[in-house]
């Protein structure tokens, strides 16, 4: 049975965008990305990220208790440190509080127009 996303959506293109788009030491949940994009929910950000998301910096989307991508907690641990993520105590969860991007000035990337000033 083929993957529900075995080629490359608009939907994808825009999960894709979003989690390009998050800056260094930065994160979104699942969920964050799916308010974002005004569609689907956190269930079908995983299935995108899932599929396609090693070609970005998968590892800026976390669940919403701060806790890395199952499977890839010792990689995810590892970029949090050089990006300087904000951690909590424990060190093996992003402080969301801290670490969380709204999505705030996304770059013209995502199809924003620039303001001339």
Do not use: K, N
């Not at 956190?42 to 396609?52: D, I, T």
């Not at 590892?59 to 806790?67: E, Y």
């Amino acid at each position: 049975m083929p993957h529900a996303f075995s080629r490359p959506t608009a939907y994808v293109e825009r999960v894709l965008e979003v989690v390009e788009a998050i800056p260094p030491g930065r994160v979104m949940s699942y969920g964050d990305i799916a308010e974002y994009l005004g569609e689907a929910g956190p269930r079908q950000v995983g299935a995108v990220m899932s599929a396609w998301g090693g070609a970005v910096c998968w590892w800026r989307v976390i669940r919403a208790d701060g806790s890395p991508p199952s499977g890839h907690e010792v990689e995810a641990l590892a970029h949090y440190a050089a990006e300087a993520t904000p951690m909590r105590p424990s060190g093996d969860r992003v402080d969301m509080r801290r670490a969380a991007w709204d999505g705030e000035a996304p770059p013209e990337r995502m199809g924003q127009p620039e303001s001339d000033g």
